[in-house]
């Protein structure tokens, strides 16, 4: 019993103790804490409040853009004023919107600008830790990333940067007592925004293709436009992908036999860097054997989305018609596609199979090189049912700005080759180097489709091969493509249209320039699909009528066969029909 008595004394006085040393040590920090909250809880203008969270969001979260941008301008007048007037527009931007939603907001402003700290933080981290750009892609990725996927990125660090960055900062701003002003002072500081905002532009009007250049990285280090603007992009994108396509007038397969086309859609492939069309350096060595005929062609659009939508197109729209794939899929084709890039528009087709899952499907082969397109292509082909196939390949070969790695070693003829990401820095017979052998790599590519068509000598077969668009290699210091229409160069839109058949009755007719536009009712033609809005004129096909078996012909010599007492007359009908 002493024992525990002892025990609960023990306990009692520690007990005392650490209240005592607490209350002592409170008493301390108290005029502190009081002093923090009541300088927090002061009453601040609108406009001193905004200037400060501005200030803030640079010095917190902009960093790595302000780093950006100091390493990539030049350090002559140019330069300098280039970066002292991003440092302008950052804050003036950043003032004005926290002004815009404080003003108008209030709470749900505060809301607002709170939610805007947690995710720049979460931002940072991923640009920190991960040397992540903020682009529209990168939205994409995360939409559409699964919970299970994202739950890997987990860590102490992120948990820190989310609380230090983020929630402390989204405390404090729902902490401040704002003294709100006239509406005409806001106009007053609306206006004078503006006109600095305009001013600092028009200053920086020669530096436009820097703006270019470099609007992905700039505009995905941003905070908080890069996701803010990136995920209105995107979900634009998204919309107008879902949309629903108006359906295209019955189509109906009319011929016999087997019949394949591949069609490969290029990326970035400039004509001029083909052999076949004349450039002084072998990049088709395995081509210029192959019996193919290139024909000159001009794109319709200078970036992706556009074009891939025109190679699919039955004609120039900006609506959402049926695309190919989809339309002979309905027709009853049977419809591959295979890709290792992106942009494509909506597709209503069975056999999708992107690079990842080619690459999980086929072990041994690279997921890195478009040679993954064709893997195991051959027992695909082989394995269909169908007597009419489509198989749509789109490459990815020649994206830039690191040409240098979508090609593997064995195609690399052209020494040294360009490793700098920023182009602007990059010396440009190396970037033409890396350039070429990606052109060198697509050869093989091209080459191997053709290989494994002649293995298949059952099946009536032909390789269509059409790039997006053109590329710009350091023309009149452009680079990429994508560039606004009005300002993009002719290297942007020149493209490769390359053409293999199987059998000698297809001729391709002599025409002096094709577009993307012919790929839809060539492949019609190639399949023997008839359709109202098939258009002779942009069919690149010109085929002996002697060595088409049309279905309906077959159907009435069985059933003639059938008939064997069947009268002179009602035969003589039948043929003439
Ligand atoms: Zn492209």
Redesign the pocket.
């Known amino acids: 019993m002493k024992v525990m008595e002892n025990i609960k004394h023990k306990c009692r006085s520690a007990y005392d103790t650490t209240k005592r040393a607490c209350n002592n040590m409170w008493q301390r920090v108290k005029p502190y804490t009081s002093k923090t909250y009541e300088f927090i809880r002061r009453p601040l203008s609108i406009t001193t409040l905004c200037a400060i969270l501005s200030l803030f969001t640079m010095i917190v979260y902009n960093i790595p853009v302000i780093k950006a941008v100091f390493e990539n301008t030049s350090d002559n007048f140019n330069g300098v004023w280039l970066f002292i007037s991003f440092i302008i527009l950052m804050l003036i931007l950043n003032f004005l919107l926290y002004y815009i939603l404080l003003y108008f907001g209030r709470v749900v402003g505060k809301v607002i600008i709170a939610f805007t700290f947690i995710c720049n933080a979460l931002c940072l981290y991923f640009i920190n830790g991960y040397h992540t750009i903020i682009s529209q892609e990168m939205m994409g990725n995360v939409f559409n990333t699964r919970f299970s996927e994202a739950s890997g990125f987990f860590s102490m660090g992120l948990l820190m940067y989310i609380i230090f960055l983020g929630v402390v900062p989204a405390i404090l701003i729902f902490m401040v007592r704002i003294k709100y002003k006239s509406i005409w002072r806001f106009l007053i500081c609306f206006v004078t925004t503006l006109a600095i905002t305009f001013g600092t532009a028009y200053t920086n009007k020669k530096n436009i293709l820097w703006i270019d250049r470099h609007a992905t990285q700039v505009g995905g280090l941003l905070m908080p436009w890069s996701y803010t603007v990136n995920t209105i992009l995107y979900v634009r994108q998204w919309i107008e992908m879902n949309r629903p396509q108006i359906p295209l007038p019955e189509g109906k397969i009319t011929t016999e036999g087997k019949d394949l086309v591949v069609l490969v859609i290029g990326?970035?492939a400039r004509r001029d860097h083909f052999s076949l069309y004349g450039y002084e350096r072998n990049t088709n060595p395995l081509l210029a054997n192959d019996d193919v005929t290139p024909l000159i062609a001009t794109s319709a659009y200078n970036?992706?989305t556009a074009?891939?939508k025109a190679i699919l197109d039955h004609k120039p729209t900006d609506d959402r018609y049926e695309i190919l794939p989809n339309y002979l899929h309905r027709c009853g084709a049977d419809v591959i596609w295979r890709t290792s890039?992106w942009?494509e528009p909506r597709l209503t087709i069975e056999k999708f199979y992107d690079n990842k899952a080619l690459g999980e499907r086929y072990p041994g082969t690279d997921p890195n090189y478009d040679e993954i397109l064709i893997a195991g292509l051959k027992e695909e082909i082989l394995a269909s049912d169908k007597d009419k196939i489509l198989v749509v390949l789109h490459t990815s070969t020649s994206?830039g700005p690191i040409y240098y790695s979508k090609s593997p070693l064995q195609f690399k003829h052209f020494l040294p080759e360009c490793r700098e990401v920023e182009m602007a820095d990059a010396n440009i017979s190396e970037l033409v180097n890396a350039y070429d052998n990606t052109i060198v790599y697509t050869d093989y590519i091209l080459h191997s489709v053709i290989e494994t068509l002649r293995e298949l000598p059952d099946i009536r077969s032909c390789m269509l091969y059409v790039s997006?668009?053109g590329e710009s290699l350091g023309e009149g210091d452009m680079f990429m493509?994508g560039l606004p229409a009005q300002m993009a160069p002719i290297e942007q839109f020149i493209v490769p249209f390359i053409v293999w058949c199987s059998d000698d009755a297809t001729k391709i007719k002599p025409l002096a320039e094709v577009g993307q536009y012919h790929v839809f009712h060539s492949v019609l033609d190639f399949l023997g699909v008839e359709s109202p809005i098939f258009n002779e004129e942009l069919n690149i096909f010109d085929r002996d009528e002697s060595s088409i078996r049309h279905i309906e012909e077959i159907a009435e010599g069985e059933e003639g066969a059938d008939a064997t007492e069947g009268t002179e007359e009602s035969n003589s009908t039948n043929s003439e029909e």
């Open positions: 990326e970035s970036y992706t074009s891939v890039n942009g994206h997006d668009h493509h």
